[in-house]
């Protein structure tokens, strides 16, 4: 791609994102689904504006987004908050998680999926949306108690989800008769390497954070934690989710002044976000909703109630206000790039079911990262009346 188009588009994203971002703050709607709205009309599916290059650039900036967003989130996992709301945020989030794989697996093997497609279906269902979930809190501006415990659940529940999924990889490799052991070497490697990865960088930088003054030396050593956490799980082939809350949450217990890195990175993500969510829509096909049928639609009413009933119990186990009980699944209903990325590790390793599992996902994704956001909202608002 020339120098000069890609300054164009570039400049056209951010002016696209500036948009969404007024439309955003005048109405009602979330500006997630705004964004992404914007990048369907402008992407594949619309007037398809855009370069073909594009998909490199989403895959990069998706990556950074996300990175951000774990660290930020790792920040939630304060003493305090652990004391207060540990335990429910522990039990909503391994219920939501057993729950949806448990109906939406079911669910599409009574629909007559196979039982194999069905669990790896199941799995990815798991997955939250961990940057439309935060960018709708933050957009909101509420800080109460149930604002907390969405931000503590977001941050874990795709640990769980990739546990899950792991699992659900091996257990169906052996259903179709092609177990391998390395498949456990994966998961274990993903999780645990990313813990430790997490633990290498978060602990240099707890050292480090505080001794610099504040300003642009400390915006420097926020964006050079993030890229180096994103790169190395790249490098390593772990999880850069897993690492980034990880390390999130080693600085915010062991920095003398925790809040700065974690300042500098809310002042500078929104452009990073804009692009992510503006290509995130101009990535997804919605014509493929078309083919999905009768399995798409079941994977679709499966999700939403599993994310209910499940927000329920574990809100239920853990003694949370009867008020807010019905409202943590809806707040999770968004699914993006943590599913799409479940989606290709299975389609790699099931060659013969990647196109169901591909369109499926790529699609059901278009309906919950429109529609989830202000879902998520409505139960903010809802929850902490």
């Known amino acids: 791609m020339s120098l000069e188009l890609i300054f164009l588009t570039l400049g056209f994203l951010f002016l696209l994102g500036l948009l969404a971002d007024e439309g955003g703050r005048r109405t ?8 992404l709205a914007l990048g369907v009309l402008v992407g594949r599916s619309g007037l398809d504006l855009f370069p073909a290059e594009m998909e490199i650039w989403y895959e990069f ?11 930020l989130l790792g920040g939630i996992f304060t003493p305090a908050t652990l004391r207060r709301h540990g335990r429910e945020i522990t039990l909503i989030s391994i219920s939501i998680v057993l729950v949806t794989l448990a109906v939406v697996a079911g669910g599409l093997w009574l629909l007559g999926v196979t039982p194999a497609l069905a669990l790896l ?5 798991t997955a939250t949306a961990p940057a439309a979930v935060q960018d709708v809190l933050h957009q909101d501006g509420q800080d109460g108690s149930f604002a907390l415990k969405i931000k503590g659940i977001v941050a874990i529940d795709d640990a769980w989800g990739i546990i899950a999924f792991s699992i659900a990889l091996a257990v169906a490799a052996i259903l179709t008769g092609q177990a391998e052991e390395g498949l456990w070497l994966h998961a274990a490697r993903d999780l645990g390497g990313g813990v430790a990865l997490g633990a ?4 240099p930088a707890a050292i480090l954070t505080g001794r610099l003054r504040e300003g642009e030396p400390t915006q420097t050593e926020a964006l050079g934690v993030v890229f180096l956490t994103a790169g190395a799980a790249l490098w390593f082939e772990v999880s850069f ?3 980034g809350i990880t390390a999130g949450a080693i600085v915010v217990n062991l920095a003398r002044h925790h809040d700065r890195p974690f300042h500098e990175i809310e002042h500078i993500q929104w452009p990073f976000m804009m692009l992510f969510f503006i290509l995130a829509g101009a990535s997804l096909e919605i014509v493929r909703l078309v083919d999905l049928g009768i399995i798409g639609l079941g994977y679709l009413l499966l999700r939403f109630v599993s994310r209910i009933v499940g927000g329920w119990i574990g809100a239920w186990l853990g003694r949370s206000p009867a008020t807010q009980r019905p409202w943590f699944g809806v ?3 968004p699914q993006a790039g943590v599913a799409i990325g479940m989606a290709l590790v299975a389609a790699n390793h099931f060659p013969e079911m990647a196109e169901t599992i591909l369109a499926l996902t790529v699609g059901t994704t278009v309906i919950f990262e429109l529609f989830g956001p202000p879902a998520t909202l409505l139960a903010l608002r809802r929850a902490q009346r």
């Open 61 to 71: 900036f998706s990556i950074l987004a996300l990175t951000m967003v774990a660290f």
């Open 241 to 243: 989710l897993v690492a």
């Open 28 to 35: 009602a709607l979330p500006r997630v689904t705004l964004l």
């Open 331 to 333: 707040a999770l209903m």
């Open 121 to 125: 279906l199941g799995a990815i269902a």
């Open 200 to 203: 290498a960088i978060g602990v």
